[in-house]
């Protein structure tokens, strides 16, 4: 990766952790989860809502404390994930998980990731994977508590 790009990158968690895109709590939402790193004690609680009736995300929203690569991800899955089905997001976060256990092997999919490309740099310090991970496997959760609803 050029320095170049991994300055881009950077910038992009910047913003992420400093406007923090779907903060604070949903007026209704299908799906709640708390989940904290107990390594470094990050934390967020996610909430996922999805249009009446169908499998899709309406909106993401969280509330969370932590460093700037869990708050930043958390920023950037809210971003992304309204208007996914489900499928579409389960997707999205086996790749994101892929691209964080590369160790900075590869390019990722920027089609398919968007700006979570820029923790492709995280995959390298494998003490803040988890930082990155944290907001997709809450939302993981939440997918499971909508599918099990769905079943029942």
Known sequence: MSDALAGLYQEVILDHSKRRIGFGELDHFDAMHF???????DEITLQLALEPGT????????RGAGCSISMASASVLAEMAPGMTIAELQSTIAEFREMLRSRGAGEPDIDIL??????HGVSKFVMRVKCAMLAWVATEACIAETSSRQTS
Do not use: Y
């Open 114 to 119: 968007g700006d979570a490309v820029a923790f």
């Open 55 to 62: 499998d899709r995300i309406s909106a993401l929203g969280w």
């Open 35 to 41: 989940e904290r790193n107990p390594t470094c004690g």
